[in-house]
């Protein structure tokens, strides 16, 4: 199974800051990276497939980059909906994996 | 507008099988396949396998092989997932997750999730 790592585990920022969350892949899996946001106590959300194409409704202050092994997620100005836990995964090959989780937290 | 819709909480004794629903609307059902996904209290997300809704065809992970059953019927536009011989390490909330790409999917639209509770 392709391992994802993400990092760093957590972070803590501030509204209105920026923040980049990193994922690398164990082998080549092209562009085929999703990026998920959970907040607490709800469902995922799909923000971003291919890398860097943002799903209907995501706002702008998301963007994804990378292919290959190496991927990044970027919250551009960080808004209070969006401290939270944020997973990769890969879809290149079945079974899906997904990275162990990038909590955001206040600081 | 998409919405997917699951079933409710769920307790179970250990040896026991759960069967969890997944109601979709606002698209053409049989357009997208569905993957199910699990998380462990305080734990990360876990694919469990995903099931075409055009053709019943079906992927799931080794973990899972032999023990569950993802299955789609189209004329109520519901997908379920039914796993057996729960253990306690099978508490968990459970999601369905609507799939679209290509020959290996990924995920847009997510159910609420499902806590299915398994305990003596």
């Known amino acids: 199974d392709i391992q994802m790592t993400q990092s760093p585990s957590s972070l803590s920022a501030s509204v209105g800051d920026r923040v980049t969350i990193t994922c690398r892949a164990s082998q080549d899996v092209s562009k085929y990276v999703t990026w998920i946001r959970q907040r607490p106590g709800q469902a995922p959300k799909s923000l971003i497939y291919?890398?860097?194409s943002l799903q209907t409704g995501v706002p702008a202050r998301f963007s994804g980059r990378g292919s290959g092994t190496n991927f990044t997620l970027s919250i551009s100005s960080l808004l209070p909906e969006d401290f939270a836990t944020y997973y990769c995964?890969?879809?290149?090959?079945?079974?899906?994996?997904f990275g162990g989780g990038t909590k955001v937290e206040i600081k | 507008q998409v919405q997917l819709v699951q079933s409710g909480a769920e307790l179970k004794k250990p040896g026991a099988s759960v069967k969890v629903s997944c109601k979709a609307s606002g698209y053409t059902f049989i357009t997208h396949g569905f993957s199910w996904v699990r998380q462990a209290p305080g734990q990360g997300l876990e694919w469990m396998g995903w099931?075409?809704?055009?053709?019943?065809?079906?992927n799931y992970a080794q973990k899972f092989q032999g023990r569950v059953t993802m299955t789609a019927d189209t004329s109520t536009t519901t997908v379920y997932m039914e796993l057996r011989s729960l253990r306690s390490d099978d508490t968990a909330t459970y999601y369905c997750?609507?799939?679209?790409?290509?020959?290996?999917?990924?995920?847009?639209?997510w159910g609420q999730g499902t806590l299915v509770t398994v305990s003596s």
């Open positions: 291919a890398a860097s």
């Open positions: 099931i075409s809704t055009y053709n019943g065809n079906t």
């Open positions: 995964h890969q879809y290149k090959i079945y079974p899906l994996t």
């Open positions: 997750a609507r799939a679209f790409g290509g020959i290996v999917t990924t995920t847009d639209y």
